[in-house]
Every structure is written in C-alpha cells, then in structure tokens.
C-alpha cells in the first residue's frame, strides 16, 4: 500500500482567521488529543492492512513465484548419506571395462541424458546419476527413464546441482574422470512465462557445478550441453562454431550463452578441461513432451488442431532435426577425446582444452514437412492451424555446419527424419497407446 493512498486520513483544516484573543489552552490541549488518536488509530489500521497484505494473502498462481519456491524447495532433496547410500553410489559407478571412465551425468533422467547414461553404461563406463525430477513436464516420463536405467545398473541420485553439499559428497565418494553436464531449464517459450528457473538452473547451477569440479582432485574433465539457440538472429548459414553469438533471441539462449562464457572463464583460471555441445533440436524415443513433434503427435491421434508457423511473408519455419542415437554418438565422441583438466585444488598448473561444437545432422527440414511424415506414420490427417510466428524466442530456421565435430572425433549423422520419426511414433504408441497418459 502506497503512503498516497492515505491521502484521506482525517485532519483538522487549516485554521482561517485568528482573532487576537486570549488563547484557550483547555480547547488546545482537547484538539491535540483528538488528532493524536486519530492518528494512532489509522497507523494501526495501516499496519494491520500490511500485514495481512504481507504475511496472509493466499498463494500466487505467477509461475515465476511457484518455480523460485521449487527452485528454494529442491535444495532441500531427499535424505542422501549413509553406508547404503555410498554402497549403491559406488556400484553405479564403478568401472567395467579396462579403459572405462567413471562418469557424473547431471540431468541422467531427461531425454539425452537417460540415452547417454544408458549408452556409457553398455560400454563399461561407470555411471552414476543426478536428477532433481522437477515438473517442468510430466515427472512420470522421467521416473519411468530412471526405471530403465536401473535396470541397468545405473543409481540416480536424487538431488539439485545447486546443492553444494551434496555435490561434494558424491566426489568425496567417487573420484569421477568425466562429468558429462546435461541438467539444464530447457524450452526456448517458457522463459517468458518462468524466467528465474533458467538463471537457477543454467548459471547457477553451472557455477555451482564447476566451483565444486575446480577444488576437487584430480579435476574431471566436463563435457556439458550447450545449444543451438546461441545462434539467435544469425543469417548466415550454416551456422558455424566461428560465427557470432551475441544476439540471443531468448532467454534461454542467452543463458546458454552465458554457460559459454563461464565455461571459458573457469577454463582459464582453473585449468578445467571443458566441452560445450551445441545440440539442434533433438528428437526420438523418450522424448521431451514440450517439443513440437512430441505434442504434434499428441494432438494428431487425439485429433486437436496443431499450430504449423510461418515465418514473415510467408516463409518457411524449418529445423535441423538431430535424431538422439547421433546425438548420443557425439557425447560420447566429445567424452572420449576430451583432455584431462591441468588445475589441482582450485589452482590452474597449465593451459587446459576449451572447444564447443555442433551436433546437427546438416539437412533443415520445414515443419509443414515433419507433419506430413507424421500424418503418414500415424495414418490420420492433421488438422493445421496456420499461424505467424510468435515473438517469444523462436527463429525462423536451424541448420547445422558439423564440420569441426567430424574432423575432432568423426561425428557423422546418420538417421534421416522419417526414419527416426518412425522409431519416435512406435515407441510413443507402445508407451502411451491412446495417448491418454499424456494428458496428465
């Protein structure tokens, strides 16, 4: 409440005019007593409108307010420590294979991160999870993931890479060689709707990350998940790691932008051997539910109209699909070929690695055309909704120079869209059937 709105406190006039007398001092003294308790009455009330104002207004329903109260609640994981905790940390972790790594994967039960996780595990690398299983979407998709990587043999810790505590317990446990960073706030239109979740999740929870990797040793060396979203109002295409990235087109990727940065300061000073991956637009089995594959397929079988943008005068919107097996098959790529970090407990005794590269399949495709694929794998006809493109963080197209990644570790995408939509649809059916699940 604004101090103007008490405007209307009730105050004696401005005297008019006096005549010279002699002054009643009763009268005076009765007049300063009225106004006295006047004005102690309405403080009170004031006080009283602050304090319900403050302390009993019912919960906000502003998604910005809810996730900062996530964001404080999920440091606050579930009961971590103990024998038996340190018991199944080490087994996950423990190396199978002659040449295997020991392996922190961070985001373990989101979409890369579950097939990434699965994939070092079946080559004999040691794995060990983190995950803080947030609602961003449906956190049954992700508890059904850390079923499968159980499965497996892979523990997920449950926990928040804001939590510093907890992170420098798993490395007092584990003497990690490689984290592999993929937990991040994903999903470019949701920025505008819950910003805060971003700046926690990818800068602080990166800075957390690396200030526990730096004091550590020996230091791990860290492959972590960048975007292709850096590239933001770029034209020239395709885009190139050397092209210029200073003109996000939303929060989420000027926060992807920033983890860059960061990456690059903490490389400098502390001598961490880091990666950044530039993922474009990563689809397949186990997908994330926000992307639009994933709901177009949704809506498709529930037969709801999808929205297919254009972009200005008519153009065209189109993505460069990366199927997750090629992706996997860079991360891992990325992993092997990374050096060894130079610092020793906070303290830079060389120059380390610092490289970022895309991980694209260099063939953009229209939306229009992904929807036609999916009418034909789904075999019902969509019903289109033709609209502008929106102001909220998308651009118009992605298109992937992948040159770099194949020269360092011979990345080469291999699955076309229609195959790997048809592997998406199959398993999507198998999993949801009527699709009825996903309306949770």
């Known amino acids: 409440m604004k101090l103007s709105h008490m405007d209307n406190i009730n105050t004696p006039s401005t005297p008019g005019k006096f005549k010279m007398e002699k002054p009643n001092y009763n009268h005076r003294f009765r007049w300063h007593y009225s106004y006295l308790a006047k004005l102690t009455f309405w403080s009170f009330v004031f006080m009283g409108l602050i304090f319900i104002f403050f302390f009993k207004s019912p919960p906000t329903s502003n998604p910005s307010s809810i996730s900062s109260d996530l964001s404080r609640r999920s440091l606050k994981t579930r009961s971590w420590g103990g024998p038996d905790w340190e018991k199944r940390v080490k ?12 392996v922190l994967v961070t985001g373990a039960a989101g979409f890369v991160g579950t097939h990434v996780s699965a994939a070092l595990k079946r080559r004999g690398d040691g794995v060990l999870g983190l995950d803080n299983f947030n ?36 490395f007092e446990v584990v003497h990690f060689t490689h984290v592999m960073h993929l937990a991040a706030q994903a999903g470019v239109r949701y920025a505008m709707q819950n ?11 990166f800075v957390n990350l690396l200030e526990i990797c730096k004091n550590v ?14 590239y933001g109002l770029n034209t020239k295409v395709p885009f190139s790691e050397k092209d210029r990235t200073d003109q996000p087109a939303s ?17 400098h000073i502390y001598g961490l051997s880091l990666t950044g991956l530039r993922f474009f ?20 079988l529930k037969g709801k109209s999808i929205p297919v943008f ?3 005068n008519h153009g065209t919107v189109a993505r460069d699909f990366t199927y997750i097996d090629d992706v996997v098959k860079g991360c891992l790529g990325a992993l092997d070929t990374a050096e060894k970090s130079t610092g020793s407990g906070g303290k ?38 033709t609209m502008k493109l929106p102001r909220n963080g998308d651009v118009p197209f992605t298109h992937a120079n992948i040159s770099l990644a194949q020269r360092e570790f011979g990345y080469k995408p291999t699955t076309d869209l229609h195959t790997g939509l048809k592997k998406f649809v199959r398993w999507y059916v198998s999993y949801y059937g009527s699709g009825k699940k996903s309306d949770h």
């Open 195 to 205: 910003p805060n979740s971003y700046i926690h999740s990818n800068i602080a929870g």
């Open 251 to 267: 929060l989420y990727a000027a926060t992807k932008k920033a983890g860059e940065e960061i990456a690059h300061t903490y490389n």
């Open 135 to 170: 609602d961003y979407y449906d956190p049954a998709l992700k508890r059904a993931r850390q079923s499968l990587l159980e499965r497996s043999g892979i523990f997920i810790v449950e926990g928040d890479i804001n939590d510093a505590a907890l992170l420098k317990k798993l």
């Open 310 to 312: 254009e972009s200005a």
């Open 91 to 102: 087994s996950s972790s423990k190396i199978r294979s002659k040449s295997g790594f020991s």
């Open 348 to 385: 830079k005794r060389g120059a380390a690695q610092l490289r970022v590269f895309n991980l694209g399949n260099t063939s953009p495709v229209p939306v229009s055309d992904l929807v036609s694929i999916l009418e034909k794998l789904l075999k019902v006809k969509a019903k289109r909704r």
């Open 217 to 230: 040793n020996p230091q791990p060396a860290i492959v972590w998940a960048s975007s292709s979203s850096v």
């Open 281 to 300: 637009t990563v689809y397949g089995p186990w997908g994330r539910p926000d992307m639009a594959y994933f709901f177009f397929t949704k809506d498709i």
